[in-house]
């Protein structure tokens, strides 16, 4: 029995929620799931190529964003770290991470996009300055448009597999009509949520004074919990069953730790901790090294961690296949640098299947 293991209340943990689309906007500074992403800085938005998979080449798209500014510093009083997926099943491979990109963008208080004053959370307060304003961004994905529709000229995509995507979506009877329609849905994008974050409590606040409940208690209600629909798992299996094969074997302490873990708060999709440790779904096929900044050489550490649970709000899978992880662990530069590139490239390590 591993006595440390349930020590909790110094993470953040998140949770898919629905909300109205205005607050999902850049000027809100939200954390979210799907859709288009947020930009922080609305002028230098990266290019396909930024965000490009390293299995096929192709141009991946947004997966979620978390707001996560430093207070101590004040070139990070916005701050947001932003993971790109690639949509192509086949490249979601094993203990692999060539088919996400992560990338960090930070902000002073004072800066050309925003208010230095928090903005009011109506639907009625408008953004100070609109992306599309100052630079060309692509139809699907929201990235640098580096290239327009040929025939009417209204709109811009990122990259031909996102223009033809689009035109077989729509635009083509669009272009025909020479009119852009806003409110038609977009191909490629996943489904959008908030991400809501919550300390996690410790063991007294879960328990609410009561007497602890035994390992195969509170397993049993984990998987009742599952069968129910009520976990966030993607599959109408039990996140045990989904982990076990992951695992390997049910002996596996880190494996028992991470089960453990998650079931005192099931449904989380992300768990914040900069710093900190990831919570590893087996003891192998964990990272021996963190490659260093790109930018100002120092480490990189930990920052936050995506479940599996979420896979459960993206819609991702196709007949026979789909895309998976045990979890995305994201590492950041431990002085959060302000060099080079306006959107930063960070680390992020995948975790999957003992093999």
Sequence with gaps: MIEEELELGTVDLGFAEKCEPWKLQ?????????????WLNLQD?????????????GPCIFLCQVYAPIES?????????????????????????DNFKVLRCQLSRRNDFFSVNPPVESPHTLPERRVEELTKVCRVCNLKGTSHCGKCRNVNYCSREHQVADWRAGHKLECAANEVNPQRPLPLLLPEWEIETEPEPDIDDLRGGKV???????????????????????????????????????????????????????KQILRYEKDGTPLWVCGINQPTSIPPCEYCGNERTFEFQVLPQMLNY???????????????????????????????????FKQDILQ
């Excluded at 850049?26 to 992403?37: A, E, L, T, Y």
């Excluded at 976990?231 to 992951?246: C, E, K, P, Y």
């Design 26 to 38: 850049s000027h809100f500074f939200p954390s979210k799931i799907g859709g288009k992403p947020a």
């Design 73 to 97: 510093q004040d070139e990070c009083f916005h701050r947001t770290i932003f993971i790109f997926i690639c949509p192509n099943v086949d490249c979601c491979l094993p203990n692999q991470s």
């Design 212 to 266: 602890e409940r035994s390992d195969e208690e509170k397993l049993k209600e984990y998987e009742s919990l599952v069968n129910a629909g009520k976990a966030g798992t993607l599959h109408d299996t039990s996140v045990d069953a989904d982990l076990n094969a992951m695992a390997g074997e049910k002996e596996d302490q880190i494996f028992k730790k991470f089960k453990k873990r998650i079931s005192e708060m099931p």
């Design 314 to 348: 993206l819609s991702l899978d196709q007949v026979g296949k789909s895309i998976d992880w045990g979890t995305l662990a994201v590492f950041t530069c431990k002085n959060s640098c302000s060099s080079g590139d306006t959107y930063k490239a960070e680390y992020i």
């Design 45 to 57: 938005i990266p290019s396909a190529d930024r965000v490009q998979c390293r299995v096929c080449q």
